[in-house]
């Protein structure tokens, strides 16, 4: 077959059609906060984001966990049915954790407010009950809609999450709010995502509700035992990869330099984001209907590493040459150590972007407990790095430390993802 053609094939293909629809509203939920940054920057300092990093790191790894991880398990059962049923469960499982993420804030307020170190911390906590039902919510109505291939949905939620974050940002910055501005923005984009997804159960309330039972509930809640059990701790440690190392970097280092790191994290990673989890979701749909009908995923993960790796490599190698100077002429002098943060995590940046997509052949291939390990070893390279540049008191140190470490084991990854891919007819959970 020619070369004209096989691209022709690829433009046609459903495949790509849904990545597209997904990457194009990725492309401008992500384009929003990018292109306000130099405002932001401005408008906020590198304290002020160390503030909200903190809100979203908590926020993020209560939630991440929010739904039991039931919410993955929508994609997998062949019957509408089920899928409806883990979605009540998923949903009763997130109300629940809320609660008892609101007890936690109650009794412990005060002793979390001291650990950080940051009163401005504490009024927020008690909106984190809030964030965490609705970011379960959005979840579990975020995988219902991959589904059902209603990719367009998708795209609009991200969107409108972006538009409404980055707005309240923008106009309570401009009126000199400080963190308040931030994490104000932050808890609007959260709390708008599952209304938008959930047009489609609205709708059809009725008819979903008489499909739902607690028979049936407790059925899936034992068929797909292992998120709960296997995928939750999984999940957590990755919550942690990302938020987590929040807490080690202010313990060491100045808050300005948590501000610094979450600003270029935020920064160098949202063109990763743009194309790679549009690729996630749709790969995640293909590749459970290809694993149920018995087909080798090799090729297909072959392809998308080809693919990935020449799409990301002219955008990383500029970043990681130019970032020092580009975050100082663009965002202002006071993020130059920012810049130069993100020209040190960029190998590290571009590795995961090529590798995040396939992540999902862990949960098709029941490959759980295996992916948990591997998010183990990745946290504790990350402490460690931050610990040995903490002793130094150098913070470039701690992150090209990560950088490296965190680098190779993502290489190991991909050679793992690409070995399990080969389908094996008796995968079962």
């Not at 808890?187 to 938008?196: D, E, K, T």
């Amino acid at each position: 077959m020619k070369a004209p053609s096989v691209i022709r094939q690829l433009f046609r293909s459903e495949f790509f059609r849904n990545v597209s629809t997904l990457m194009t509203g990725t492309a401008i939920a992500q384009a929003i906060p990018i292109l306000i940054s130099p405002i932001l920057s401005r408008l906020y300092s590198p304290d002020d984001f160390a503030v909200l990093a903190l809100f979203v790191s908590i926020s993020t790894i209560i939630g991440i966990v929010a739904t039991g991880r039931y919410e993955m398990a929508v994609m997998l059962p062949k019957e509408k049915r089920d899928a409806l049923n883990i979605i009540a469960l998923s949903g009763l499982i997130a109300v629940g954790v809320s609660l008892l993420t609101l007890l936690l804030v109650w009794l412990l307020h005060d002793q979390v407010v001291l650990f950080f170190k940051e009163p401005l911390i504490g009024p927020w906590l008690y909106m984190i009950p809030v964030v965490v039902l609705f970011t379960g919510l959005f979840r579990t109505l975020n995988y219902w809609s991959t589904r059902n291939k209603t990719f367009k949905r998708n795209a609009a939620t991200r969107i409108s999450q972006s538009t409404v974050a980055s707005t309240t940002q923008l106009g309570l910055g401009a009126l000199g709010s400080g963190s308040v501005g931030l994490v104000t923005g932050f808890i609007a984009g959260v709390l708008i995502r599952p209304f938008i997804l959930g047009i489609d159960i609205f709708k059809n309330f009725r008819n979903y509700r008489s499909q739902v039972s607690r028979e049936v509930i407790k059925k899936n809640a034992r068929t797909y035992k292992d998120f709960p059990r296997i995928n939750t701790a999984h999940a957590f440690l990755g919550s942690l990869q990302d938020n987590g190392i929040v807490y080690v970097i202010i313990y060491f280092f100045e808050k300005a330099v948590l501000g610094s790191y979450s600003f270029a994290f935020r920064v160098i990673k949202a063109p990763a984001e743009l194309i790679g989890s549009s690729v996630y979701q749709v790969f995640f749909q293909k590749a459970s209907q290809a694993q149920q009908s018995g087909q080798n995923l090799q090729p297909m993960v072959k392809r998308l590493y080809r693919n990935l790796f020449l799409t990301g490599l002219p955008f990383f190698v500029l970043l990681f040459i130019f970032s020092p100077q580009l975050f100082a002429f663009i965002f202002g002098a006071e993020w130059q150590a920012a810049g130069e943060i993100a020209s040190i995590l960029t190998p590290w940046i571009f590795l995961n972007f090529v590798a995040a997509p396939v992540s999902s052949l862990t949960i098709i291939m029941n490959k759980q407990k295996e992916a948990m390990g591997i998010a183990l070893v990745d946290i504790s390279l990350r402490i460690i790095s931050i610990v040995i540049g903490g002793a130094y008191g150098d913070f470039k140190l701690a992150f090209i430390l990560m950088s490296i470490l965190c680098s190779l084991l993502l290489i190991f990854s991909l050679f793992w993802f690409h070995h399990i891919a080969q389908n094996k007819t008796n995968v079962t959970y």
